[in-house]
């Protein structure tokens, strides 16, 4: 566990940088006239976006995988990691669960593990992409040609009756949504018929979605391609949409920012979405190429940024209350270091898009001034909305400086003594 008195210790040697660049930043946004400095502070202390419970190992690619020391062996020493992300970056406050990489044998156990540490669970994922003893029947059945897409129907059915089990699981643990990511497409022209397999899919999810609870979500989570190679069922945003709505009223879209084809507009797909109240939440990472699972906002911060704009226009100056999650995979950082530079980057996203001046913006736009449009996001977007990302972070007890803490408080050596240099955790 991280101490908060040696968080608050540490934080000792900034906080008199941090106060003077609070002053700054404050004179800044009044001289604009727009929102305060602790305005945004504020708003800042109540975002949170949930970590990955199966992205606390180290990832790996298909070519090799390099542990480091102290991967979490459990659910609950997950559970450990992301209470003390959360303790350093007083914003990751739930964890998301993908079963079965984590499949609890306890859950009203687990709860309460994760209540001490004051750690909620978030949307629950299911996996139907590998064979699972557990969903296939103990080996009896193969996803290898699909799961929801099946041309076998008691492997559709078994993947039904996998994601109510994942459903009534996260019911026992508090979570309110499921996401559905699925594998299942064509790896070779032919192979199998495109509308068969949608409406299949279709089928399976309108079954799933009427086993949730009144005050559940489902969430449809598309991606171009892999691991089918030539097509997926649910490839883009408008097979999304069109999933989601054949669901039914509980269902909307998950967007994963690694999961477009080079050069898509994700703003733009964010902003049809909203538009049509669709947008389920997202899965936060950076892609240079693909689904590169990279550090958030490490490559395109501006998209971030811009991303941000569309989720405070659609909620009316607010964030709307969707799931916010990070999905990466840290192949070579610790795992722990990526999260709270991931954590960091999509709140300096909100900040910045939380300090546009909207009614400049809006005005230049009825007024076709690209030039003062362009002016005013990248006011915004150039401001240094960081000491007010740290002030926020301090005010709940967390550090001003989480990165430098964690490598102060020698958190990963610690958990390499306690859980052995060889533990591997269950994920990616
Ligand atoms: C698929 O690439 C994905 O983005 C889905 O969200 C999965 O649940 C996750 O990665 C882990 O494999
Ligand atoms: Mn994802």
């Known amino acids: 566990m991280i101490d908060f008195e040696r968080v608050a210790d540490l934080n000792g040697s900034f906080v008199s940088s941090l106060a003077r660049d609070m002053e700054h930043v404050t004179l800044q946004l009044d001289r604009s006239g727009q929102v305060s400095a602790d305005d945004v502070v504020d708003a800042l202390s109540r975002f949170s976006v949930a970590a990955p419970s199966w992205a606390l190992g180290t990832g790996g690619t298909r070519f090799g995988r390099f542990p480091i020391g102290g991967e979490p062996r459990s659910t609950e020493e997950k559970i450990d990691d992301v209470a003390a992300l959360n303790a350093l970056t007083a914003s990751n406050r739930s964890i998301s669960l993908h079963v079965p990489w984590d499949d609890p044998t306890d859950p009203d ?97 309108a079954e799933i979605h009427d086993h949730l609870p009144d005050d559940w979500r489902i969430y449809t989570e598309h991606k171009p391609f892999e691991p089918a190679f030539y097509a997926t069922v649910n490839n883009d945003w408008g097979s999304s949409l069109l999933l989601a709505q054949a669901a039914g009223p509980k269902a909307s879209c998950l967007v994963d920012l690694g999961h477009h084809l080079p050069n898509t507009n994700i ?9 049509l ?64 530079q991931s954590t960091e980057a999509v709140s300096i996203a909100y900040a910045q898009a939380l300090i546009v001046d909207w009614d400049t913006l809006r005005e230049s736009q009825d007024r076709d001034d690209a030039a003062l449009a362009q002016e005013t996001l990248q006011s915004a977007f150039r401001t240094d909305v960081r000491p007010m990302v740290a002030e926020a972070r301090r005010r709940a007890g967390g550090a001003i400086a989480p990165l430098w803490t964690y490598r102060a408080l020698a958190y990963r050596a610690a958990l390499t003594d306690d859980r052995g240099s060889t533990s591997t955790a269950t994920g990616l």
């Open 277 to 340: 109240d669709r947008l389920g939440g997202f899965h936060f990472n950076d892609s240079k190429y693909g689904d590169d699972d990279l550090t958030a906002g490490s490559i395109q911060p501006f998209q971030l940024f811009l991303i941000f704009c569309e989720l405070i226009q659609a909620g009316g100056g607010r964030l709307p209350p969707l799931a916010y999650l990070i999905d990466q995979s840290h192949n070579i950082k610790d795992p722990l270091e990526d999260l709270i």
């Open 109 to 205: 156990g687990l709860r309460e593990y994760a209540a001490d540490r004051k750690i909620e669970f978030d949307a629950m994922n299911s996996n139907t992409f590998q064979d699972n003893p557990s969903t296939t029947g103990g080996g009896a059945l193969t996803f290898k040609f699909g799961s929801l897409a099946n041309s076998d129907p008691a492997v559709r059915n078994a993947a039904i009756d996998h994601n109510k089990y994942v459903i009534d699981l996260g019911i026992r643990l508090g979570s309110h949504a499921l996401t559905v990511w699925l594998a299942d497409g064509i790896n070779h022209p032919g192979q199998a018929n495109h509308r068969t397999q949608f409406e299949r899919v279709a089928e399976g999810l």
């Open 267 to 275: 703003e733009h797909v964010v902003s049809r979405l909203a538009m």
